[in-house]
């Protein structure tokens, strides 16, 4: 009874407990860990070895470098559970805050994570498909390598649609933040500014495919890229700070 007493004393006067500054370090460093996992795994992978518009180089490079591709495949089953201890350490910072919102962000990270799993399928698939398995040889390699190629195109075609997701759960989580005061104000509201810029253009590009040769995709995530690898640095040297 008197440890729920103290609780909700905390709560009304912003008072951070150690639980929270703790699961702010495990967040900080998760994020950290997170953003450098996918940016090695891009460049030492995607962005080296599958090639757009060329479907028959693409496939030459699954078989010729499938270590890789597998390689690329832990990668993102790594950077799934780094997902879920996120998730379950801003619950934790920002339940005191707002418990409904706070679990509604937990669930549409939550979704996101369901589309970098299907991202990571695909990427197996179309390894699995320039493999040397007997059934296989129903068909020729050109079709092979067509199949393939749409794996590949499928795995992105999960990432865009997850987008949005990412950024409203950002978005959400900055939201908190700000009202909690548990980071500097400015920070989160370039959190919420980058979260809704990140949901806007995933809609417009699944809407608008030419929207891509207007904005180019590379600039729909690199803003809360930039705002998630700050917050983490923030959260993993500064923690949280108590309102004012």
């Given amino acids: 009874m008197n440890q729920k007493i103290t609780k909700e004393?905390?709560?009304?006067?912003?008072?951070?407990?150690?639980?929270q500054q703790k699961a702010a370090k495990v967040a900080g460093f998760t994020l950290i860990f997170a953003i450098a996992l996918v940016i090695i795994s891009n460049y030492s992978v995607t962005f080296r070895y599958v090639i757009p518009?060329?479907?028959?180089?693409?496939?030459?490079?699954?078989?010729?470098?499938?270590?890789?591709?597998?390689?690329?495949?832990?990668?993102?089953?790594?950077?799934i559970i780094t997902l879920v201890f996120l998730l379950t350490s801003f619950y934790v910072i920002l339940k005191p805050v707002n418990k409904n919102l706070a679990l509604v962000a937990v669930f549409i990270r939550f979704v996101y994570a369901l589309m970098w799993t299907l991202m990571t399928i695909n990427i197996l698939s179309a390894i699995r498909l320039l493999g040397d398995a007997s059934y296989l040889s129903v068909f020729?390699?050109?079709?092979?390598?067509?199949?393939?190629?749409?794996?590949?195109?499928?795995?992105?075609?999960?990432?865009?649609?997850?987008?949005?997701?990412?950024?409203?759960?950002?978005?959400?989580?900055?939201?908190?933040?700000?009202?909690?005061?548990?980071?500097p104000r400015t920070l989160a509201v370039y959190g919420i500014i980058s979260s809704l810029w990140c949901v806007f253009c995933g809609f417009a590009y699944l809407i608008f495919p030419n929207y891509g040769k207007i904005v180019h995709i590379g600039l729909f995530d690199v803003p809360l890229v930039i705002f998630e690898l700050v917050l983490g640095f923030w959260l993993l040297i500064k923690g949280l700070t108590a309102a004012k």
Wanted: glycine content about 6%.
């Fill in 9 to 19: 004393i905390e709560q009304a006067t912003g008072i951070i407990d150690w639980s």
């Fill in 53 to 79: 518009g060329n479907g028959l180089e693409t496939a030459r490079n699954i078989i010729e470098h499938e270590t890789m591709f597998r390689l690329n495949v832990a990668s993102n089953l790594i950077y």
């Fill in 140 to 183: 020729n390699l050109d079709q092979l390598q067509t199949m393939a190629r749409l794996q590949l195109s499928n795995s992105w075609d999960a990432y865009y649609v997850g987008l949005p997701f990412w950024g409203l759960t950002s978005a959400v989580i900055s939201w908190l933040l700000f009202k909690s005061r548990y980071i």
